[in-house]
């Protein structure tokens, strides 16, 4: 299954609890990505550009959704690529959703995200308005995680999802 949402929904904290309530893998393609180039994700922005951190991305979800069974937590932006999209489509994917409020107080002044730098409210309130439509597009299922523990939203998308637990 995979875990798609903005900046701050919770998609690698609650990526890490449904993988072990499931009994399988998690993975994020964050880290993926960092590895594979070698540096932190905000200095491939810096060093390399946007354009060459999505080609990374792109890479990223196709080999992780090609290789990995267990619970996949995606880059915020992912969406924006058709062709991860095509790949995310026909799968189990949880839309993790989260309010402004909620989503900026939880990523904070995080300078580890390129994207929120400068007034992070208006940023987020911009991403997440562009973005909404692709991730409802590409869910199965949404689920609020404003107010709400990571177990709580980790219960409601394998009830929601009707997910077997080992």
Not at 29 to 47: C, K, N, S
Not at 109 to 137: C, F, H, I, S, T
Request: hydrophobic fraction near 45%.
């Amino acid at each position: 299954m995979v875990l798609v949402g903005p900046p701050g929904a919770g998609k690698s904290t609650v990526g890490q609890v449904l993988a072990a309530r499931l009994g399988v893998a998690y993975r994020d393609t964050d880290a993926d990505i960092e590895q594979a180039a070698g540096m932190p994700i905000r200095d491939i922005f810096v060093e390399h550009g946007e354009p060459y951190f999505r080609r990374l991305e792109r890479e990223a979800v196709a080999a992780a959704v090609a290789e990995h069974p267990g619970v996949l937590a995606v880059g915020g932006g992912v969406i924006m690529d058709e062709g991860s999209r095509a790949l995310l489509r026909g799968r189990k994917v949880a839309f993790l959703d989260v309010g402004l409020a909620e989503a900026a107080r939880r990523v904070g002044l995080n300078r580890d995200r390129p994207l929120l730098l400068g007034n992070v409210r208006a940023q987020l309130k911009q991403l997440m308005d562009a973005r909404r439509p692709w991730y409802e597009e590409v869910a199965t299922v949404t689920v609020l995680t404003d107010g709400r523990t990571p177990e709580e939203v980790a219960d409601e998308v394998i009830k929601t999802l009707e997910l077997d637990r080992s």
